[in-house]
C-alpha cells in the first residue's frame, strides 16, 4: 500500500473515531449562559445588561432582579406556578388555585410565543434557578431550583384581576362595608 493511501485511510480511521465518542457522549452542553452576558452598574445602581443573546439577557435580568429584590423575585415564580401555600400556608391556597389555571394556559399557548419571548422566559427561568441555587439560605427550605418559561410566562397571562378583589374594588368604590355585594 503506498504512503499517501495509508496515511489518508488513518486520517480516515482517526476522523471516525473522533466522530463515533463525540457521538457516544452526546451532544456538547450549551455554553452557561453565565459566560454570555456582561452587567454594569452605574453609580445610581442602575443595571446595564450586554448579552450575546436574548436567553442569555433573559438569565442576567433575572439575575440582576434577584440582586435588587432578593428572595421575592423567584417567589414570584413559585406563586405563578401555584404553589406558594406549601410555603406561606392555607392564606394562599385561592391564588395558587387561580394561578394553576393561568399556569396552565401558559402552557398551552406556549408555542404560539415567538422564539425570543420563549428564549427570554427559559434564560428567566434559568437565573432564577441559578441564583436560588447559589443563595438557598434566602428561600424556604425546599425552595425548587426547576422553574422553567411556562413559570415565567404565567406572570405575563392577562387573565385581569380575581373576581373577588374586582368585587371589593367595586365595593370600595361606592362607599360600601367590605362585605357587601356589588
Known amino acids: 500500500m503506498p504512503p499517501r493511501v495509508r496515511t489518508l485511510l488513518l486520517a480516515l480511521v482517526v476522523a471516525a473515531g473522533l466522530a463515533f465518542s463525540t457521538a457516544a457522549r452526546g451532544p456538547l452542553p450549551a455554553p452557561e449562559l453565565w459566560r454570555q452576558v456582561e452587567v454594569i452598574r452605574t453609580a445610581h445602581g442602575v443595571p446595564h445588561i450586554r448579552a450575546e443573546n436574548v436567553r442569555a439577557a433573559g438569565y442576567a435580568l433575572a439575575w440582576v432582579m434577584s440582586e435588587d429584590y432578593g428572595a421575592r423575585t423567584g417567589m414570584r415564580l413559585l406563586g405563578a406556578r401555584g404553589e406558594l401555600a406549601r410555603f406561606e400556608g392555607r392564606a394562599r391556597l385561592d ?6 389555571q393561568s399556569r396552565a394556559r401558559a402552557i398551552a399557548t406556549y408555542h404560539l410565543l415567538d422564539p425570543e419571548t420563549r428564549d427570554l422566559y427559559d434564560g428567566f427561568a434559568a437565573g432564577i434557578n441559578r441564583w436560588v441555587t447559589v443563595h438557598p439560605a434566602s428561600f424556604p427550605a425546599g425552595m425548587p431550583t426547576d ?12 387573565n385581569g384581576p380575581p373576581p373577588a378583589k374586582v368585587r371589593r374594588f367595586l365595593t370600595a368604590l361606592r362607599g360600601g362595608a367590605p362585605g357587601d355585594g356589588p
Open 147 to 158: 422553574f422553567n418559561g411556562y413559570d415565567v410566562a404565567t406572570l405575563d397571562i392577562g
Open 95 to 100: 391564588a395558587d388555585f387561580e394561578n394553576r
